[in-house]
């Protein structure tokens, strides 16, 4: 019997610094792979809280008996293995190959591990007893007694605090679902510096490890010199407090120059830029109407040919719906991350020109799309990003961070819980600590853990979408407890995006498996 094969993806790992495993020699040996040159997705919206920490089952003795977990969803993969997905489990792709799935499925009833091994000849014991190890961390194998099964949630909360920093109001384009009144005001500097040090000395009061800031806007790259002035601060508040950083520049990517690139890559600050495809010039003109995505497309290779690597977010809408799969092909064809976000209302858009996709055309060009990743399946993870707010990077409780990690700052120092919410601040960089006054908020929008939505909490996907956006389901509904309007849409492609992964998982293995000569 050939040695068993798990294989998972997890991308908080490679947040902390874990590299990928290499697959050990010898077919006795298990096979256990993290996330394959996995990056993390950058979006708009502060990460949901699974993706800082995820919470391994606890391992048991192996006298123990344990048995195969309920409600598994199975899927079939190619030459013999298949994708196994646990709805409480802490990876939302494992893939198994056969001799696996029969040491899983030989605990169909409870059973130590002893009393399996018999039943399996030809394997080697020391495998064997890895390979339930495995099976049991990931919550494929739970122990029948003593303990009730629970979800693999975080073990603590969010290790980092998210603050956008919205540097400006002005903007050179004059996109069709921008949710900000373009007022031209301005950051000064004086404000940059005070937000700074209410981030900081946010972060530290409430334990925070990290800040993450986001420059945006309007267009951040409209005042540069700002945003650099803003990250040799940020620089030093971090080696005075101790406290780690990550930075990223939210750009429309129409006015970087080569001196700018220069800059962001030399000072580690990544780049994010939005990508429209096809429709790009329809929903995002410049101001005067004429399109802006030759310029974009050829700031992307720039960027890629100065050893910057965007991330493209796509915004999805009744538009540009069908012409999805083009999008994503062209971040494919430049090894590039990306993010779909489906359009969740400005605020402020006229119901003249209605932007939300139709469900039924959202799903057939959401296959389309998938069906293009199938054909050029690519190196690193994309299941963080496919299905707008639903993330498959962890599990998680809260589909944003609004209300418990997230600070969004506009130009007069104001600070508000949600970008999309910017214009109703509810208190300032000078208070002494912003992030309990937006804790506290009972109006609006409020962004409940999953277990207290509606028809969300007996539902089996509810730690990997979370509800969905609060926001968006709040406008539509006056209720925050009720699942997201695109719901229907998660759960219809919800296993077809993890056979995807299962299918990327193997095909990269495989290639690793030709590269070693084995």
């Given amino acids: 019997m050939n040695g068993p094969v798990i294989l998972w993806n997890w991308l908080a790992s490679e947040e902390r610094g874990e590299q990928d495993c290499a697959c050990p020699d010898g077919t006795g040996e298990v096979v256990v792979l993290p996330s394959l040159q996995a990056e993390a997705i950058e979006d708009d919206c502060a990460c949901p809280d699974g993706r800082e920490a995820v919470l391994l ?15 598994l969803y199975r899927a079939a993969l190619p030459d013999r293995h298949e994708v196994v997905f646990q709805p409480l ?10 001799t696996a799935a ?12 002893a009393q399996v091994l018999p039943r399996l000849p030809g394997l080697a ?37 998210t603050a956008w920093l919205h540097l400006t109001s002005a903007c050179n384009l004059a996109c069709t679902y921008c949710y900000l009144r373009l007022t031209g005001e301005t950051m000064d500097v004086a404000t940059g510096r005070a937000a700074l040090q209410a981030i900081f000395r946010t972060a530290q009061r409430h334990g925070f490890s990290a800040v993450k800031l986001k420059y945006a806007g309007g267009e951040p790259t409209l005042h540069f010199d700002l945003l650099q002035t803003l990250h040799r601060e940020a620089l030093a508040l971090a080696r005075r407090t101790g406290l780690g950083l990550q930075e990223v520049v939210l750009s429309n990517g129409t006015r970087l120059d080569d001196g700018m690139l220069d800059f962001l890559r030399d000072a580690a600050i990544r780049l994010a830029i939005s990508w429209d495809g096809p429709a790009h010039d329809a929903q995002r003109p410049f101001v005067g109407g004429r399109g802006s995505a ?8 720039r960027a890629l040919a100065r050893g910057l690597r965007p991330h493209l977010s796509i915004t999805v809408t009744a538009h540009n719906v069908e012409s999805l799969p083009e999008a994503v092909a062209f971040a494919l064809d430049r090894g590039l991350l990306f993010n779909l976000n489906f359009y969740r209302g400005t605020g ?12 039924d055309r959202l799903i057939a060009a959401l296959r389309q799309a998938l069906a293009v990743i199938e054909e050029r399946l690519p190196p690193y993870s994309l299941i963080a990003g496919l299905l707008d707010r639903v993330s498959l990077a962890a599990p998680h409780r809260y589909p944003c961070g609004v209300g418990h990690a997230y600070l969004v700052v506009d130009p007069r120092g104001q600070i508000a819980r949600c970008q999309m919410e910017i214009e109703h601040p509810v208190t300032d960089v000078w208070t002494e600590d912003p992030l309990t006054s937006l804790r506290v908020v009972n109006g609006g929008f409020q962004n409940l853990p999953v277990e207290q939505r509606e028809r969300c909490r007996a539902c089996p996907w509810r730690y990997w979408c979370a509800g969905g956006c609060p926001l968006l389901t709040h406008r539509l509904t006056g209720r925050s407890d009720r699942p997201s309007p695109y719901c229907r849409v998660y759960k219809t492609l919800f296993l077809e995006v993890l056979r995807l992964e299962g299918l990327r998982l193997l095909r990269w293995k495989d290639r690793r498996d030709q590269d070693a000569g084995r």
């Fill in 57 to 71: 089952a606890s391992p048991v003795g192996r006298g123990v008996r344990r048995q195969r977990a309920s409600g």
């Fill in 89 to 98: 489990g802490p990876a939302a792709v494992v893939v198994l190959n056969r």
């Fill in 102 to 113: 029969h040491i899983l499925d030989a605990f169909a009833l409870p059973a130590t591990p």
């Fill in 125 to 161: 014991t020391d495998a064997f007893h890895r390979a339930v190890d495995h099976l049991s961390a990931l919550n494929l194998l739970q122990p029948t007694e003593g303990r009730t099964p629970s979800p693999a949630l975080p073990a603590s909360p969010p290790t980092t605090l």
């Fill in 294 to 301: 030759a310029r974009v497309a050829r700031t992307i290779d």
């Fill in 348 to 359: 402020r858009g006229t119901p003249l020109v209605p932007l939300t996709p139709d469900e």
